[in-house]
């Protein structure tokens, strides 16, 4: 089994600059608020139903929200 | 990673409509003099002059903020160590805190530089009043 690998935000920078696409879960308004450059937008209650449609399944995709739990 | 919220307080850049809000990461003054805790406040004192600060920040090697040299730490004596004369532990602020909002926190204390730093607490610069237009 694959052990989870803790990432930062400048891990995410450069991976977001190498084609991993990188989703904003919070609602639309806040994500129109501020979202990192490049980031599209799935709100939560969404993923599941637009997941398929909007994330190709051979690309890896990091998600965000707003802050650390 | 800790969200947006982590990733605007390291100071990356972020879209959308409160984008435009000026934040202090943008004005902070990134050549504003360092020291470390062994070095010779005269050292400092006269490298600060220099660059026209008055003020230095105490770092570790990895940008780390320890403490500050005010002005009044800079000329208490030329031959003392940094860490003797430092203030420890002074406030930071994150680069994407809006400039209005760090303005009417300064204003009330009389305060008119700031630290800048990341959540880690790496320096990014010294955000100054000065460099508001009025």
């Not at chain 1, 089994?1 to 891990?11: E, K, Y």
């Not at chain 2, 990356?12 to 003054?29: N, T, V, Y």
């Not at chain 2, 050549?31 to 570790?60: C, F, H, M, N, Q």
């Amino acid at each position: 089994m694959a052990v989870p690998r803790l990432i930062g935000r400048d891990d995410v920078h450069a991976m977001s600059a190498s084609g991993v696409v990188v989703v904003e879960v919070l609602p639309a308004p806040e994500y129109e608020e501020e979202h990192i450059p490049g980031a599209i937008n799935i709100p939560l209650k969404k993923l599941d139903g637009l997941a398929p449609e909007r994330l190709a399944p051979d690309r890896p995709v990091i998600v965000y929200c707003y802050d650390a739990l | 990673m800790g969200g947006k919220r982590d990733w605007a307080g390291g100071g990356l850049p972020i879209e959308g409509h409160k984008a435009q809000e000026p934040r202090i990461g943008s004005l902070a003054r990134r050549d504003v003099p360092t020291a470390r805790l062994g070095d010779k406040v005269g050292d400092i004192a006269r490298s600060a002059e220099g660059r026209g600060y008055d003020l230095a920040v105490v770092v570790t090697s990895d940008g780390v903020v320890l403490g500050i040299l005010d002005p009044e730490a800079l000329v208490v004596s030329s031959s003392a160590k940094v860490e003797d004369v430092m203030r420890p532990g002074p406030a930071t602020f994150r680069p994407d805190v809006p400039v209005q909002e760090l303005l009417e926190k300064l204003a009330p204390k009389h305060v008119r530089r700031a630290l800048v730093a990341t959540p880690e607490g790496r320096l990014l610069g010294v955000f100054s009043t000065d460099d508001v237009a009025p």
